[in-house]
Protein backbone atom coordinates (compact mmCIF):
# COMPACT_ATOMS: atom_id res chain seq x y z
CA UNK A 1 0.00 0.00 0.00
CA UNK A 2 1.01 3.30 -0.79
CA UNK A 3 1.48 5.95 1.20
CA UNK A 4 -1.11 8.90 0.82
CA UNK A 5 -1.15 11.82 2.29
CA UNK A 6 -4.31 14.90 2.82
CA UNK A 7 -3.40 16.47 -0.31
CA UNK A 8 -2.88 12.88 -2.54
CA UNK A 9 -6.36 12.09 -1.30
CA UNK A 10 -7.99 15.18 -2.44
CA UNK A 11 -6.33 15.02 -5.93
CA UNK A 12 -7.85 11.29 -6.24
CA UNK A 13 -10.96 12.12 -5.47
CA UNK A 14 -11.14 15.00 -7.96
CA UNK A 15 -9.76 12.96 -10.50
CA UNK A 16 -12.34 10.06 -9.56
CA UNK A 17 -14.82 12.55 -10.04
CA UNK A 18 -13.74 14.08 -13.31
CA UNK A 19 -10.43 12.05 -15.21
CA UNK A 20 -10.12 14.93 -17.66
CA UNK A 21 -9.70 18.41 -15.19
CA UNK A 22 -6.66 19.72 -16.42
CA UNK A 23 -3.76 20.43 -14.22
CA UNK A 24 -4.98 24.16 -13.43
CA UNK A 25 -8.47 23.31 -12.51
CA UNK A 26 -7.30 19.97 -10.46
CA UNK A 27 -4.44 22.07 -8.10
CA UNK A 28 -7.41 24.64 -8.03
CA UNK A 29 -9.50 22.32 -6.41
CA UNK A 30 -7.20 20.69 -4.06
CA UNK A 31 -5.96 24.00 -2.85
CA UNK A 32 -2.02 23.49 -4.43
CA UNK A 33 -0.20 25.20 -7.16
CA UNK A 34 0.06 23.76 -10.77
CA UNK A 35 3.79 22.29 -10.71
CA UNK A 36 3.43 20.38 -7.29
CA UNK A 37 -0.05 19.63 -8.01
CA UNK A 38 0.96 17.71 -11.20
CA UNK A 39 4.07 16.19 -9.96
CA UNK A 40 1.73 14.40 -7.30
CA UNK A 41 -0.44 12.69 -10.12
CA UNK A 42 3.22 11.98 -11.86
CA UNK A 43 4.10 10.13 -9.03
CA UNK A 44 0.53 8.38 -8.63
CA UNK A 45 0.61 7.80 -11.96
CA UNK A 46 4.42 6.01 -11.41
CA UNK A 47 3.48 3.87 -8.22
CA UNK A 48 0.40 2.38 -10.02
CA UNK A 49 -1.86 4.31 -7.70
CA UNK A 50 -3.81 5.74 -10.84
CA UNK A 51 -3.92 2.76 -13.30
CA UNK A 52 -5.45 4.22 -16.12
CA UNK A 53 -7.95 7.70 -17.37
CA UNK A 54 -11.03 6.63 -18.88
CA UNK A 55 -14.02 7.92 -20.63
CA UNK A 56 -17.19 6.35 -18.92
CA UNK A 57 -19.87 5.61 -21.78
CA UNK A 58 -23.70 5.56 -21.18
CA UNK A 59 -24.45 2.02 -22.34
CA UNK A 60 -28.08 2.75 -23.41
CA UNK A 61 -27.00 5.45 -25.63
CA UNK A 62 -24.15 3.26 -27.87
CA UNK A 63 -27.43 0.16 -27.41
CA UNK A 64 -25.82 -1.81 -24.64
CA UNK A 65 -28.85 -2.44 -22.41
CA UNK A 66 -28.57 -5.58 -20.76
CA UNK A 67 -26.61 -6.35 -17.46
CA UNK A 68 -26.55 -10.34 -16.12
CA UNK A 69 -24.76 -11.12 -13.59
CA UNK A 70 -23.81 -14.78 -14.00
CA UNK A 71 -22.65 -17.61 -11.21
CA UNK A 72 -20.45 -20.10 -12.83
CA UNK A 73 -19.12 -23.41 -11.30
CA UNK A 74 -16.32 -25.20 -12.72
CA UNK A 75 -15.66 -29.08 -13.28
CA UNK A 76 -12.74 -28.98 -10.80
CA UNK A 77 -10.67 -27.08 -8.08
CA UNK A 78 -7.38 -26.77 -10.06
CA UNK A 79 -4.62 -23.46 -10.27
CA UNK A 80 -3.96 -24.25 -13.94
CA UNK A 81 -8.10 -24.68 -14.68
CA UNK A 82 -8.69 -21.82 -13.35
CA UNK A 83 -5.87 -19.52 -14.72
CA UNK A 84 -6.83 -21.15 -18.28
CA UNK A 85 -10.89 -19.86 -17.01
CA UNK A 86 -8.74 -16.51 -16.14
CA UNK A 87 -7.57 -15.96 -19.60
CA UNK A 88 -11.04 -16.99 -21.40
CA UNK A 89 -12.86 -14.48 -19.58
CA UNK A 90 -10.46 -12.16 -20.15
CA UNK A 91 -10.92 -11.95 -23.86
CA UNK A 92 -14.70 -11.80 -23.69
CA UNK A 93 -15.38 -8.15 -24.07
CA UNK A 94 -19.16 -8.84 -22.97
CA UNK A 95 -17.52 -9.67 -19.72
CA UNK A 96 -17.12 -6.25 -17.43
CA UNK A 97 -15.77 -7.50 -14.62
CA UNK A 98 -15.19 -11.17 -13.35
CA UNK A 99 -14.02 -12.50 -9.78
CA UNK A 100 -12.90 -15.66 -8.30
CA UNK A 101 -15.01 -16.46 -5.74
CA UNK A 102 -15.44 -18.00 -1.98
CA UNK A 103 -18.79 -19.64 -1.91
CA UNK A 104 -21.63 -21.82 -3.86
CA UNK A 105 -19.91 -19.79 -7.45
CA UNK A 106 -16.36 -20.16 -8.09
CA UNK A 107 -17.31 -17.30 -10.54
CA UNK A 108 -18.86 -14.18 -10.39
CA UNK A 109 -19.38 -12.45 -13.99
CA UNK A 110 -20.94 -9.46 -14.44
CA UNK A 111 -21.51 -9.36 -18.37
CA UNK A 112 -23.04 -6.25 -20.80
CA UNK A 113 -25.17 -6.71 -24.26
CA UNK A 114 -27.62 -4.96 -26.24
CA UNK A 115 -30.69 -7.48 -25.28
CA UNK A 116 -31.82 -11.11 -23.82
CA UNK A 117 -30.92 -12.24 -27.64
CA UNK A 118 -27.54 -11.26 -27.91
CA UNK A 119 -27.12 -12.68 -24.04
CA UNK A 120 -28.18 -16.21 -25.33
CA UNK A 121 -25.77 -16.10 -28.04
CA UNK A 122 -23.14 -15.21 -25.62
CA UNK A 123 -23.77 -17.50 -23.19
CA UNK A 124 -24.12 -20.51 -26.08
CA UNK A 125 -21.25 -19.51 -28.39
CA UNK A 126 -18.82 -17.88 -26.10
CA UNK A 127 -18.98 -18.80 -22.00
CA UNK A 128 -20.51 -22.26 -22.47
CA UNK A 129 -17.73 -23.14 -25.01
CA UNK A 130 -15.10 -22.78 -22.28
CA UNK A 131 -13.31 -25.61 -20.93
CA UNK A 132 -14.18 -26.42 -17.48
CA UNK A 133 -17.11 -24.52 -16.72
CA UNK A 134 -19.93 -27.17 -15.50
CA UNK A 135 -22.47 -24.95 -14.57
CA UNK A 136 -24.07 -21.40 -14.61
CA UNK A 137 -26.45 -19.65 -13.13
CA UNK A 138 -27.52 -16.00 -14.48
CA UNK A 139 -29.46 -13.28 -13.08
CA UNK A 140 -30.20 -10.22 -15.24
CA UNK A 141 -30.40 -7.03 -13.40
CA UNK A 142 -34.01 -5.13 -13.68
CA UNK A 143 -32.67 -1.62 -13.32
CA UNK A 144 -29.19 -0.17 -11.65
CA UNK A 145 -29.53 1.50 -7.90
CA UNK A 146 -26.26 2.68 -8.10
CA UNK A 147 -23.52 2.30 -10.21
CA UNK A 148 -19.67 4.25 -9.11
CA UNK A 149 -15.98 3.56 -10.54
CA UNK A 150 -15.20 5.80 -6.98
CA UNK A 151 -13.13 4.16 -4.27
CA UNK A 152 -14.22 5.37 -0.83
CA UNK A 153 -10.99 6.97 0.06
CA UNK A 154 -10.65 7.55 3.52
CA UNK A 155 -9.41 11.07 4.32
CA UNK A 156 -6.62 11.01 6.78
CA UNK A 157 -6.78 13.82 9.15
CA UNK A 158 -4.55 16.49 7.88
CA UNK A 159 -1.31 17.61 9.64
CA UNK A 160 -1.32 20.42 12.05
CA UNK A 161 0.70 22.56 10.77
CA UNK A 162 3.79 23.46 13.09
CA UNK A 163 3.89 26.31 15.57
CA UNK A 164 4.84 29.70 14.41
CA UNK A 165 8.67 29.88 15.59
CA UNK A 166 9.25 33.21 16.33
CA UNK A 167 13.12 34.30 16.97
CA UNK A 168 14.25 35.37 20.40
CA UNK A 169 16.46 38.40 20.94
CA UNK A 170 18.18 38.20 24.30
CA UNK A 171 17.06 41.40 26.65
CA UNK A 172 19.29 44.21 26.74
Partial sequence: MTDLDHYDIKILHELQRDGSLSAEGLAARVGLSKTPCWRRV???????VITQTVALIDGA???????????VKVEKHDSELFRAIDRALRDLPEVMEA????????????????????????????????????ETKSSPALRRVKYTTQLPLATPVRPRKSPVRTRWTAPN
Fill in 99 to 134: YLMMGDADYVLRVEVPNVAAFERFMTDKLHRIKGIK
Fill in 42 to 48: LRLRKTG
Fill in 61 to 71: AVGIETTVFVH
